[in-house]
């Protein structure tokens, strides 16, 4: 019998037919969740997962259960659980402890549950698991973990170079088949969905103002443009700056682009990206999104601070007025937007992440006995066997090298 904090166990129906229609456009996690049931890779272990609750985690958490694991799960965020997934999985035997709307108390509860649940396997999305575990009041002896996100890879590399690390650490996000596609391709979509789903705004022919031209920036940029906005990025980066102008978008600091913008979105993981001296210069009725991993991106507080009136128009947008009459909307509460004001990437290609997460935990396992206490890198042959797979789902097939041509290619000396 499972332990559980949910919303209601009565979604569950429901809950149940989404996670089918997700597995149903995930063949690639499919074929690994064929081959856990028959090597039971997990058997007799515990694995802690702090992920967003949707479908596709859902999925993810079934394919590691078919594979032996006992599992515990919390929510990545606390505006990003999808309560009827929830219940589903209560009902399939997983400890859920997550619902929509925790109070920030309540999410880091849910997490010390997670830890309370003596996991062999950590998994996280963002480094909050990572970070507790590491703490004097989490401190845990595991096999190991994974990192879903650029983010929480920032604070484990952190953890690496003080020397604190306590169990080796696979950075998911670092594989090909993961920040290709889900960084750039999941989020450029579901980042728009959420601003759509939000305020039901037309895009086309507005100004987007896009902070940050790494992979979710590019994927942003490139589907804003799409919808037929007039797209400006920022960045603090002298190539990323030179690529998005060579992409053909426009360039500039957020001081000078504050004033112009319609719609804005955040998707650097660094912190004041938006502040109060950008508040000011915005016009009435622009739009403030983030699409980074955490909301310290749009300095919300000082949006509160200086806001003469507040109010609720529909979910996940929120009007601020300003002193001089100006308002300023915000959605999903200036945290991710994709998770809080939609329902995160698209199965098709959260199949290729969690692919990649779920045989990171098997390797984990697998290679124990070698692994010291370090972030590495997803092997290439295990990146590469996941694109293979997702390849030969979508029926696609390649060209080989024959062996004149891997000749070619490996000598110095040319035959000419
Ligand atoms: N919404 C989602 O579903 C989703 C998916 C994947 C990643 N993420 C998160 O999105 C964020 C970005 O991820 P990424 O993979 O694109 O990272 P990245 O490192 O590839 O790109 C971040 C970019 O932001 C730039 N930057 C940093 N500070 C800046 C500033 N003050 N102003 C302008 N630009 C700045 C950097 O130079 C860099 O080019 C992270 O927090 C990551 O965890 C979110």
Not at 297 to 306: Q, T
């Amino acid at each position: 019998m499972s332990s559980y904090e949910i919303k209601s166990i009565a979604l569950y129906g429901q809950g149940r037919m989404q996670l089918e229609w997700s597995e149903m456009h995930m063949p690639a996690l499919m074929e690994v969740k064929k081959e856990f049931i028959r090597q039971k890779p997990f058997k007799k272990l515990r694995i802690s997962a702090l992920l967003h609750v949707t479908k596709e985690t859902g999925a993810l958490i079934r394919c590691l259960h078919a594979g032996g694991a006992e599992i515990a799960l919390a929510g990545g965020n606390p505006l990003s659980t999808q309560d009827d997934i929830a219940a589903a999985l209560v009902k399939d035997g997983i400890h859920v402890f997550a619902w929509r709307g925790e109070t920030l108390p309540e999410y880091k509860d849910c997490v010390k549950r997670l830890l309370a649940f003596k996991p062999d396997i950590v998994i996280d999305d963002g480094g909050d698991l990572h970070t507790l575990a590491h703490s004097e009041e989490g401190s845990l002896e595991a096999i190991g973990g994974t990192e879903e996100t650029t983010t929480g890879i920032h604070r484990i590399k952190a953890m690496e170079r003080d020397g604190v690390l306590k169990y080796p650490i696979v950075a998911v996000n670092s594989a090909n088949t993961k920040y290709l596609f889900d960084n750039r391709y999941g989020t450029g979509q579901s980042t728009i969905d959420g601003i759509i789903r939000a305020t039901n705004i037309f895009i086309a022919g507005r100004v987007a103002v896009v902070a940050g031209y790494g992979w979710v920036g590019r994927g942003v940029a490139m589907r804003l443009r799409g919808h037929g906005a007039r797209v400006i990025i920022t960045e603090v980066d002298e190539f990323k700056s030179l690529e998005a102008n060579m992409d053909g978008f426009e360039v500039m600091k957020m001081d000078d682009a504050a004033s112009v913008g319609d719609i804005f979105i955040t998707a650097t993981g660094d912190i004041d990206v938006i502040v109060d001296r950008h508040f000011k210069k915005m016009k009435d009725g622009a739009i403030l999104s983030n699409t980074g991993h955490f909301d310290v991106e749009i300095d919300v507080k000082s949006l509160k601070k200086n806001s003469v009136n507040h109010r609720k128009i529909r979910n996940n947008l929120e009007e601020y007025v300003l002193k001089d009459g100006r308002r300023l909307y915000l959605l999903a509460e200036g945290r991710i937007v994709n998770l809080g004001a939609a329902e995160g990437h698209p199965s098709e290609v959260m199949d290729l992440s969690f692919c990649n997460q779920a045989l990171s935990a098997k390797y984990l396992v697998d290679k124990q006995d070698e692994l010291e206490n370090k972030v590495y890198k997803i092997p290439e042959e295990i990146d590469r066997m996941i694109a293979g797979i997702k390849l030969k789902s979508l029926n696609i097939k390649i060209d080989r090298l024959s062996e004149k041509q891997k000749r070619y290619l490996s000598s110095w000396e040319l035959d000419i």
